[in-house]
């Protein structure tokens, strides 16, 4: 029998899920859109979609806010995690006390600032905390531990962007329903969840002011200020990879004190009852924290970041790599010498794990989560001379734990940065190298417990790791997942985090100065918040100090790491601000 003569059998149709067949999706692909108009009134939704800040005081229907709050839980999410909470706040209490937080922070980071932005930030209204009805924040439950979740483990990161598509899912359908929605992130993210009561491992994403809208702003609020303006759109698609002539990166609007307030801090000084300048270097520095920090420093806190590093294979390192893990978990321990020298300071410690060969059990905090995750994601490290020292994806997520972990240090006012690595003076040469285009025999010395053979060994090292990186321009992120480790990105991203809260950065040696080197080159205006405490011995601290123009506070040839010269430097610079408080002031003669 042909194949003609046989019966014609029916296509099984299942009675749920997709009734489609391969035949009807060729024959139309496109018949799975919305009909024109559908279409033309979403983008028009997605067009008028608008930052609100002023709001009327009549209430939102419960049933409204139900059909908003079920679009938003429609919204994408990796491993459909679902990992958004919804707390809706009425209580006015509450609300008054969230708006205190965000205007306290909104004058904060507006003294960051140019003096043009800085006034711009200061009338950008936040009233709309206390005046929409409802304020409505969304929680990203994140205790899960990202290996758990199908797609974090490669993107620890993407619990925060389903929250985010959910927020965005959230603002159109307000938009459409006619209510008006305003995102609020000026706020210190463990201060708000202390208000609303998060547990550990539940963070913010910042405040949404929902109501009817007192206003109908025609394009986008910052936009229609000059704080920005939106981008061309052909600016920002690229067609299979990044283009080789590098875009320009998103504006950088943290700036150097103005110049008011650092005259107002030499003034100050020159008011004392003391010859200007008596105090030398100290002086510089003090003026330094009193332009940057006008409310002076509550204290402060050593910042230590740790990792292992294979390139230690060649032989470049006198110690075990094992000792990193020991100076960590003794850091915690709070008797490290790098901890002592915190505490004989007046000075908390965080401690960082940027990559360490596992250890004890360690009790984790978000950030200790953040930091795991990042390290998990990242990959094998490489040995600087075959392969780079970090993966793209772990330089960046590292970066971002840091600057995560240089805001939370910046309460106090003052942030010293120390390190522990077995052999990661190596990668400090070759990246002091890199940044400042000199060959290894200029940044390359002789390391705690190493001899003559051990130095060469670096050297050959360092400049094999430049011959492979090459000399064509990259960015600092570039030369830090090349050349670079786990604390060196840890640490940049310290720097960029502090100074974005306004606080003093006291660096300690070369490797500490290497990041922050690498910090300034991603943001200038880093530059006005750094302060040397101390030259090491390290050969190449010095030009990578000129590089930051700065000159240290001490000089005392210490090996030590772990941040204890710059501890050492705090201690100094505490007293010398008490010093300088007590003394006694003189009247002009005029």
């Not at 919804?86 to 980071?109: C, G, N, S, T, W």
């Not at 077995?422 to 390391?447: H, K, R, W």
């Not at 480790?485 to 660096?507: I, M, Q």
């Amino acid at each position: 029998m042909s194949r003609s003569d046989q019966k014609t059998w029916n296509r099984p149709i299942p009675l749920i899920g997709d009734t489609s067949a391969a035949v009807d999706r060729a024959a139309d692909p496109a018949a799975w859109a919305f009909d024109a108009p559908a279409r033309e009134a979403f983008y028009a939704v997605a067009g008028a979609r608008r930052d609100i800040r002023r709001f009327r005081p009549d209430p939102v229907p419960e049933e409204t806010l139900r059909r908003i709050l079920a679009a938003a839980h429609t919204a994408p999410s990796v491993g459909h995690s679902q990992p958004w909470r919804f707390l809706i706040v009425r209580d006015p209490a509450l609300r008054d006390a969230a708006a205190l937080m965000a205007e306290r922070e909104k004058l904060a980071q507006a003294d960051l600032l140019g003096e043009e932005r800085g006034r711009r930030l200061r009338d950008l209204s936040l009233e709309g905390i206390r005046a929409a009805p409802l304020g409505v924040v969304v929680c990203c439950d994140r205790r899960t531990p990202a290996a758990g979740v199908l797609g974090r483990a490669t993107f620890p990161d993407a619990d925060l962007w389903s929250c985010a598509a959910a927020i965005q899912n959230l603002w159109l359908a307000a938009r459409a329903e006619g209510l008006g929605l305003g995102w609020v992130t000026l706020f210190q993210p463990h201060e708000l969840g202390a208000l609303l009561g998060l547990p550990d491992g539940v963070t913010t994403l910042g405040w949404l002011c929902l109501g009817w809208p007192d206003e109908l702003p025609p394009s986008p609020g910052l936009e229609r200020r000059g704080w920005s303006h939106r981008l061309p759109l052909d600016d920002i698609v690229f067609a299979d990879r990044w283009p080789e002539s590098d875009p320009a990166s998103p504006p950088d609007h943290l700036a150097a004190p103005a110049p008011a307030a650092v005259v107002a801090a030499r003034d100050e000084a020159d008011d004392l009852l003391a010859v200007p300048g008596s105090l030398g270097v100290l002086d510089a520095a003090l003026d330094r924290i009193r332009a940057i920090r006008s409310d002076g420093l509550t204290g402060g806190r050593l910042v230590l970041a740790a990792a292992d590093h294979p390139v230690t294979r060649h032989g470049v390192s006198a110690f075990p790599a094992s000792v990193t893990r020991q100076i960590l978990d003794a850091t915690r321990a709070g008797v490290s010498q790098g901890a002592s020298a915190a505490r004989a300071a007046g000075l908390g410690v965080l401690a960082l794990d940027a990559g360490v060969l596992p250890g004890p059990p360690h009790a984790e905090s978000g950030l200790d989560r953040k930091l795991a995750d990042a390290v998990r994601a990242g990959g094998p490290r490489g040995d600087l001379v075959e392969t780079d020292a970090l993966t793209d994806v772990a330089a960046r997520l590292l970066l971002e734990a840091g600057r995560v972990a240089g805001e939370q240090a910046a309460d106090g006012g003052l942030v010293v940065l120390g390190e522990a690595g077995i052999g990661n003076t190596t990668p400090a040469a070759a990246l002091a190298a890199a940044f400042l285009g000199l060959p290894a025999e200029e940044t390359v010395g002789l390391g705690a417990g190493s001899d003559a053979a051990m130095v060469d060994r670096k050297r050959a090292v360092v400049a094999a790791a430049l011959a492979r990186v090459g000399d064509r321009d990259r960015s600092p992120l570039e030369l830090l997942t090349a050349l670079g480790g786990g604390e060196f990105a840890v640490l940049t991203g310290v720097v960029l985090g502090a100074a974005s809260r306004g606080a003093a950065v006291v660096l300690d040696g070369l490797a500490t100065s290497v990041a922050a080197l690498a910090a300034v080159r991603m943001m200038p205006g880093v530059a006005a918040h750094l302060i040397a405490g101390q030259r090491s011995r390290e050969q190449g601290h010095p030009p990578v100090l000129r590089a930051l123009g700065l000159e240290p506070l001490l000089d005392l040839r210490l090996r030590a790491g772990e941040g204890v010269g710059g501890c050492f430097a705090a201690g100094m610079l505490l007293a010398a601000l008490r010093t300088r408080a007590g003394t006694a002031r003189t009247v002009r003669n005029l």
